[in-house]
Nanobody, 120 residues
Framework: VQLVESGGGSVQAGGSLRLSCVASGSIFRINSMGWYRQAPGKQRELVATMLRGRYTEYAGSAEGRFTISGDVAENTVYLQMSSLKPDDTAVYYC???????????????WGQGTLVTVSS
């Protein structure tokens, strides 16, 4: 299973970026897809997640500025980021909880990450 992210880049504070993530490979079912980020010297943290049925959850820092969309059943998720701040600078990782035979228990899969740089 592979997660391929795209859409990172550099932007000035106040700007917007849209990240995309597509899962491919041998996939029986994906339970959830989401976005995490890791800034230099900090731990990886949740940004937003989406379950099948499109239930979404956001970190406090993302609430009101970021929107997760897409369709977990279609193995695709997006992150629209607006009103970006320098503190949002980080490598953003796509994450998916994937079920496959014979165990059918969710296994976490990670993308390679895409860098988002916000300048002041």
């Amino acid at each position: 299973v592979q997660l391929v992210e795209s859409g990172g880049g550099s932007v000035q504070a106040g700007g917007s970026l849209r990240l995309s993530c597509v899962a491919s490979g041998s996939i029986f079912r994906i339970n959830s897809m989401g976005w995490y980020r890791q800034a230099p010297g900090k731990q990886r943290e949740l940004v937003a997640t989406m379950l099948r049925g499109r239930y979404t959850e956001y970190a406090g820092s993302a609430e009101g500025r970021f929107t997760i969309s897409g369709d977990v059943a279609e193995n695709t998720v997006y992150l629209q980021m607006s009103s970006l701040k320098p503190d949002d600078t980080a490598v953003y990782y796509c994450n998916a909880a994937v079920l496959n035979p014979p165990i059918y228990r969710p296994v976490e899969v990670w993308g390679q990450g895409t860098l988002v740089t916000v300048s002041s």
